[in-house]
Structure formats: C-alpha cells, structure tokens
C-alpha cells in the first residue's frame, strides 16, 4: 500500500501560536557530541527491564508512516519509500513503510484533524501545532510515553537523551511524558548556519574590509551603488528580514539582543517591545530611503534575490550556508571573479562581540511521534529506535556505504555521487536520497556530515565567523506552553506578531513616522504583549525546574 494525500490550499490551517523553530539542514561508533558534552553513540542496548533491539525486528509487519513530501527529492520520486534510503530502511529494520504523503504543514494540520491518524507521523508540533507536542498529548493525537516505556522498547533512544539531563528535559512535557523520538544536533556547530552574505570580491577592488559593524555595513552598500553599480545594493525580502530581525544579526549595534523573545538570566524579554527597537528601524528605514535597501523588500520572491545576487545587481543578501551561499557559489563556480563571504553579525565597535545569531537547542525540527491510531506502539518503537544506533546513525548521516559513501582513514567520506553527481542534481538533491541529515529525522546528526554538504571553503568560513556570538546566553529553551494556556497564547501571540509585522514594514518605508513608535509600544501594551510575555515566563520557569 503506497498512498501519497494531497490537501490543496485555500482551506483553514489549525495555525500554530507556538514559538517558532528555525532549523537548518545538519559517525561511526564511539561517542557524538551533543550540546558540547559527549553523548555514547549506542549500539543494541539493554536498559532497564528491556532487553537489546536486534534487527531485522522479526515478524515486524507493516505500519502507517505519515510525513510531508520533500521539495529535495518529489520530482524524482513519488514516497519515502521509493528513495534508496527508504529502501535500506525497511531492509535493515523488517518492517514495511506505508507511506502517507502530504504536500505542506496545512495539509498536515488537515490529516491532523481527519480523524484518521496514521501509526507514525513525522512534523514539528512546537512550531505548527497549537499548543505543541503537550496540546497534541492532550488532544488524543499522541501517543505520550514514560521512561519506562522508553527504555524497555527504544534502550538506544533512550541512551542518548538520558545521556544529557538537559536534552532529557527537551524531549519531555510538563506532565513528564516522553513525546517522541527527537532530532538532536549531536554538536555546537550544527547549531548555527545562517548570516550576512556580501560580494567579497567586490569589497577585496574597492580596498575595505568585510564589515563588522552597522556603519561600515552602510558605507559599503553605498560604495556598491556608487563604485560597483548595483541597482539594488542589499536585496532581501520579509522572510529574509525577519531572520535578521530575530535571530540578532543585526541587531546588537543598537543595544538590541533579538527582535523576538529571549531570556536575560532567566527572565523573558520581547525585543519588539523594547524601546531599543525602534533604533533598528532607524536604521533600515535610512538604507531603504536612500536606495540601499530593496524597495521591493516586501512583496519579493526568493528566486529573484537569486537572480539579483548571481548576476551583479545585488551585492549584500542573507542565508543559510548550505542552501544559498553553497547553492549560489555552485551556480555561479565558472563565473570569472564571481565570490561571496558570510560577514560577522553586525556590532556597534569593531572587534566586539554580537549579542545574537542564529542558534538552535539540542532538539529542533521535527519529531516522530507514535500516534494514538497505533496498534502495536511497542513495536513501532523498536523501528523508531534503529535511528539511534551506531547503524542507524550512520545510515541517517551518510547513507549507503559503498553508494553514498565510502570509509577513508577511518572517517565516512561521501562519494562522487553526492559531492558531484553525475546527474547534475546538487548536493543537497542527492543527499536526500541517501540519508536525513541534510534535513531532521529521528537520530543524532552528525558533525562530519555538515563539514562535507559544506565543501567550500567560503561556507566553512561563514560557519565559523556566524557562530561567533553570545546566543546561548540568550537563547529561548524549547519550553512548551501550558496546555491550558496555548489556546490564549496562540490567539494573543498572532494577533501581536500580526501587528508587529505591519508596522516593520510601514517604519521602514515610512509610511508610518518613527516619531509614533511610542505609540506602537503603547498598542502592544493593550494587545496584551505583557500577558504574553507572562505566560512564556511561566513555560521558562517550568522548563528550569524540571
């Protein structure tokens, strides 16, 4: 049974008030790092009163598998497991996958509500679903799983996130249940990725320095328009702002740590509604009012920033490592004097270091879930589980060894076939094919798989430059929000964000005079932001006690 459920849009999305997590795409035995603390990659198990997980699981039969499609390989292949990954995975556990595909996070929300749940579903909850993996728990969708059950039916899952008390406490709900299997980013490094992105070979001819700072970020975008001819000196849109606005890129040169909600020892903070913001305004409404700024910003596609940055009307964007400055690096490899560098998270004085970045928690993305649809969640547990074994690790991370990749002085080492595939398909493209680290799945990703996909030196070098700031000072923790206060949170949260959102852009191409911010302070006032604030407060408390 191959079924694939498409849910077109223009029905209403069961919307997700919870906090918003952004995750970028990112061996063998011995140990992974996770969370900067070494976390024993396990093989077959025992722990607690369960014996080891031996696979292939015998008599494992067949079970219901719901996921959304992936862009990175649904041209080429109608379900998960049609894919050589998803192929070795049935093979090496024993059981076979019926896979229910549908196209995006509404269509999900729609399968969600049905009724009709499949066994397995793999979607992040906290970032799509009102209330999280708690409310999912609570509304009968999840099937919620103690310790207990953890270590008699998945001894490798459990190994790990027992490991680190601070991963044990993302992985679990205010009530203590264990909600599914997680994503971990099995090291420091995975957890950054995403920053500033010039010309650098622009700025090497017109004799400065890769900028640090706001005004120097400013004198370059004029020297662009002036010296360089650049229609469109810094070409992003909302999306691409809103990155920079909440993960403090640049931010700190006004005393900003993030647009969006932080902690400052322990206690929450809402950086748009702090006066600080209204200098970051000040800021972006002068590149925009003096042709910097793409006058466009608003209404702009990523495809036409592409077209911008590769053919020299633009000079200055922003991005992941991977997916754009790898993509736009790729695109343009043969193009003479063609090269981009990240450039450091903006400060106010040279040589200080920026507030923020981007910065994930041990646990992001999605997580696999056995929903309560399921007949045998003992047994869906143990396929769950291979991901958290030394060879399911491997496979998760690299693939196919021999196909994927190959093992060279005792580290795997990807093959021709993804780093340069003879099909033309990218990187990424051929990655998804063979192992689920270019995106979250159920394991612990691999550092040595993120320090290949980035092959470039320029992107190892924005990794290291983006990843020097002091987020983890500031940083949110993957809290869950009462379960009886997601209802009044999601609304409250929507209609602030709503608003916040319409006067970023009006403060910037000012339609609506800075001297009103005061104003707009005093309307997030009554929209309730304080009350927001309070209940997120509540869910940090919770989250420092458990």
């Known amino acids: ?74 041209d080429r292949y109608n379900a998960f497991d049609e894919i050589p990954l998803g192929k070795e995975l049935e093979k090496r556990t024993g059981f076979d996958m019926e896979m229910i595909h549908v196209e995006n996070k509404q269509a999900m929300n729609l399968l969600l509500a049905s009724g009709e749940l499949p066994d397995v579903i793999s979607y992040n909850f906290l970032a799509n679903y009102t209330g999280g993996d708690a409310k999912a728990i609570q509304d009968g969708l999840i099937f919620p799983m103690s310790e207990e059950f953890v270590k008699e039916n998945a001894p490798d899952y459990w190994k790990v996130i027992s490991a ?123 590149l925009y009012s003096e042709g910097l700024l793409d006058p466009n910003f608003a209404t702009l596609d990523k495809d036409t920033i592409t077209a911008n940055m590769l053919t020299g009307k633009s000079g200055a964007s922003s991005g992941a490592c991977g997916s754009v400055l790898g993509t736009w690096l790729t695109t343009n490899k043969d193009v003479e004097n063609f090269s981009l560098a990240g450039t450091k998270n903006l400060v106010a004085k040279k040589g200080e270091t920026p507030m923020y970045g981007h910065y994930n928690t041990d646990v992001v993305g999605s997580v696999a879930v056995i929903t309560t649809a399921c007949k045998d969640p003992e047994k869906i547990a143990r396929f769950i589980n291979y991901g958290y074994t030394d060879e399911g690790h491997m496979l998760y991370n690299f693939g196919i060894e021999g196909e994927s990749y190959e093992m060279k002085d005792g580290a795997p080492t990807f093959t021709d076939l993804i780093l340069d595939n003879p099909d033309g398909l990218t990187i990424q493209q051929a990655l998804s094919e063979y192992e689920l680290a270019y995106g979250n799945g159920p394991f612990v990703q691999d550092k040595d798989y993120l320090l290949q996909y980035y092959k470039e ?67 997030l006032n009554s929209m309730g932001v304080e009350r927001a604030r309070e209940i997120v407060q509540k869910a940090v408390d919770e989250y420092n006690s458990r």
């Open 1 to 74: 049974m191959r079924r694939k459920m498409s849910f077109k849009k223009g029905v209403s999305l069961l919307t997700a008030g919870a906090l918003a997590v952004s995750v970028l795409s990112g061996c063998g035995g011995g140990s992974v790092q996770t969370g900067g603390k070494e976390t024993p990659q396990s093989g077959s198990v025992q722990a607690g009163n369960g014996g080891p997980v031996t696979y292939p699981v015998p008599d494992a039969g067949s079970f219901t598998f719901g996921m959304t499609l992936s862009t990175a390989w649904s």
């Open 164 to 286: 680190d008390p601070e991963i044990l406490k993302q992985v679990k709900t205010p009530e203590g249940d264990i909600y599914g299997f997680a994503f971990i980013l099995g090291d420091e490094i995975l957890k950054g990725g995403y920053g500033l992105i010039v010309r650098d070979d622009w700025c090497k001819e017109l004799g400065i320095d890769l900028p640090e700072t706001a005004d120097e970020y400013y004198e370059m975008l004029k020297l662009f328009k002036e010296k360089k001819g650049a229609e469109i000196p810094l070409c992003i849109n909302t999306d691409f702002l809103g990155s920079l606005l909440n993960r403090g890129i640049i931010t700190s040169p006004f005393g900003l740590v993030t647009m969006d909600m932080y902690v400052n020892q322990d206690q929450v903070k809402i950086g748009y509604a702090q006066p600080e913001f209204k200098k970051v305004l000040e800021w972006l409404n002068k």
């Open 457 to 523: 030196d320029a992107q190892k070098k924005a990794l290291e430059i983006w990843g020097e700031n002091d987020a983890k000072k500031y940083k949110l923790p993957r809290i869950t929000i009462n379960a009886e206060q997601s209802g009044e949170y999601s609304s409250l949260i929507s209609e602030l964000q709503t608003y916040r959102d319409e006067m970023v852009i009006k403060f910037i191409r000012g339609e609506e005079s800075l001297d009103h911010f005061d104003l707009y302070l005093n309307n």
